[in-house]
């Protein structure tokens, strides 16, 4: 088992690396390469605050006007068809290989994942696998307790989790990290198209919402709540794993880092905020693995499983459960 030391050693071997100019590098991998330039930065910068500033105004607009039900189902619609592909395909399926699945199934987790408008593939699983690799220590990408332990060094630190990280000018090599996404002529191709795939997610309301209503009002309204509104919700829950779920939460299994359970952001994170789990068992297919812990990707791969589309799905033995439970909590429910 590898030390923390040892993770410590690493971090500090990588980051030398990077600067020296030593890490094995893969030209155009991923849209911007592994270095985000300043067309980049200002895209991404766009990315959060315009939908943002849609989330913060949409309270106010549905007080005032309302949301109708077409704008509202196209919402949800598109928010659990990209959380689902970010949970169990970036995550669980691409970073974690917890099943295996056909190659069609490989792809439409691919695409449905792209549509959350999180980033690149291979750029995105890179950067977690690197997380899990020195989680809450030097050299990962987005810990809370970067800075340390003090309230004002936390608070800086949660900022730096939820967001601040992904304006860093150091970037995981994604040859080093996502070798196996990266030889994949197809998954790279996903990769690269990742303004394609954006363009697709934001156009897909505002066009059924026009043709629906006959209307360029119903079309703008579409656009409002499915699009805006919809990737600024499912940006803030998914960065709210890094942040949220490493300061706080229940920790009734054993890992390495601070990693918490949060009830609140289960259904919203589909499952993902069970993390104190994942962290102690990272290749589990199920992250709720509690009585009363929902966890929908969970759901969702066991539908795949009997349709035959997944296969070696990695689900947790009640030994396994038992095995990483915390002296103290063994008997809880």
Known sequence: MTTRSEVIDDARKDSAQRKQGGA???PSATLGGEQKRSLEQITLLLFITVPFLALLAAVPLAWGWGVSWLDLGLLVFMYYLGCHGITIGFHRYFTHGSFKAKRPLR????VAGSLAVEGPLVRWVADHRKHHKFSDAEGDPHSPWRFGETIPALMKGLWWAHIGWMFDEEQTPQEKYAPDLVKDPALRLISRQFV???VVSLAIPPLVGGLVTMSWWGAFTAFFW???VRVALLHHVTWSINSICHAVGKRPFKSRDRSGNVWWLAVLSCG????NLHHADP???RHGVMRGQLDSSARLIRWFELLGWARDVRWPSQSRIDSRRK???????
Do not use: K, M
Not at 107 to 110: E, H
């Open 272 to 275: 993902e905020s069970w993390h």
């Open 327 to 333: 002296p103290q909590v063994a008997d809880a429910a």
């Open 24 to 26: 094995a590098e893969l």
């Open 196 to 198: 394609l795939w954006t």
């Open 107 to 110: 792809i439409a987790l691919a």
């Open 283 to 285: 290749t589990s297919a």
């Open 226 to 228: 499915g699009s805006l």
